[in-house]
């Protein structure tokens, strides 16, 4: 069966950091380029960050440019984001999901999704 699942959430001080974990089972991850989506209440599903099949190219954020870093381990079928220097804005539901193709931004380039894990960063 076909899964993605999300670990590392939690609460966080401003400031501090979290990694997040994707782990991946029912395929190989090697053939799929694999993104970060967040949502926050009342608010629309965005694009974090994304990684390509190889790990060669990663896009962000504007907003997380300089303090998320996202990468890949295909040996261990998962995908992590670290986040450092947290901002309370960063505060949503991470989502993390499985492209169709290429990376892109838009949601309906994305076939499978995990069921998110909660971040909060709050003092």
């Known amino acids: 069966q076909l899964q993605l699942v999300e670990s590392g959430g939690g609460l966080v001080q401003p400031g501090g950091s979290l990694r997040l974990s994707c782990a991946a089972s029912g395929f190989t991850l090697d053939y799929y380029a694999i993104g970060w989506f967040r949502q926050a209440p009342g608010k629309e599903r965005e694009g974090v960050s994304c990684i390509s099949r190889a790990g060669g190219s990663t896009n962000y954020a504007d907003s997380v440019k300089g303090r998320f870093t996202i990468s890949r381990d295909n040996a261990k079928n998962t995908v992590y984001l670290q986040m450092n220097s947290l901002k309370p804005e960063d505060t949503a539901v991470y989502y993390c999901?499985?492209?169709?193709?290429?990376?892109?931004?838009?949601?309906?380039?994305?076939?499978?999704w995990g069921q998110g894990t909660q971040v909060t960063v709050s003092s």
């Open positions: 999901a499985r492209a169709r193709g290429s990376c892109r931004w838009s949601i309906y380039s994305y076939d499978y």
